[in-house]
């Protein structure tokens, strides 16, 4: 099991996460305890994804029942092919889920101290690391994916006098290029106040949201 240090928060809410993995999981979130349950003890596949074959439905029913006694506590599921995820605020749940499921927890994320617990939840926008990306970006943009196409270009074409101070991840610079509608999280870094100004007069409604990044030392 890999443990990870929360570095903002997950769904602008969420401090804890907690990643599981079996044949199946994520259909807790898509069908349903009640029907998933029904699924592993009935003999019909007619519903099961061919993706899904190899899944062992005895093993799959004991997960579904592992995890039925918390999904009416306070957190969030996202669900993606044979993973199932927990994102939650409570400590003494997180210890509950994580131990109640550690035959199939993958990796748990959670604050390294209770000063990053407070900087946190005082500004959900907030990340906390231990350096700052390519040693001096201090806030990123994302934009919205409905952004044209003739505008990505244009904004591209703007970025070629700010190579020192504004930076687009490389799947972003793809994005701008192509005719693609949809890219997950297009995001540009920025150094500054200044250019932070700047990218977002640019932007216009197409800035969706800014992230500040923070030195995890220089909390308090």
Known sequence: MKVYQ?????????????ETSTPGASLVKRWGVADSQKFCNNADDTRWR?????????????YINAVEPFLDRDMQMR?????????????????????????????????????DIASLQEKGCLVLCDDFPYEKFHYRIYMRYQ???????NFLNWLE??????????GTVRWMRSSLPYFQDPFVYVTDQSQLLMVKLFLGNYARKTEEFILRNTVK
């Open 161 to 170: 006098n700010y190579h020192d101070t504004i930076r687009p991840s490389k």
């Open 6 to 18: 929360t570095k903002k928060l997950y769904f602008n809410k969420w401090l804890y996460k907690i």
């Open 50 to 62: 061919k993706h899904y074959t190899t899944a062992d439905k005895a093993q799959l029913l004991e």
């Open 79 to 115: 669900a993606e092919w044979d993973t199932l995820s927990f994102y939650l605020n409570d400590p003494k749940l997180y210890t509950e889920l994580k131990t109640a499921l550690s035959d199939w927890v993958v990796s748990v994320t959670e604050p390294a101290s209770t000063d």
């Open 147 to 153: 952004m044209p196409q003739h505008l990505r270009l």
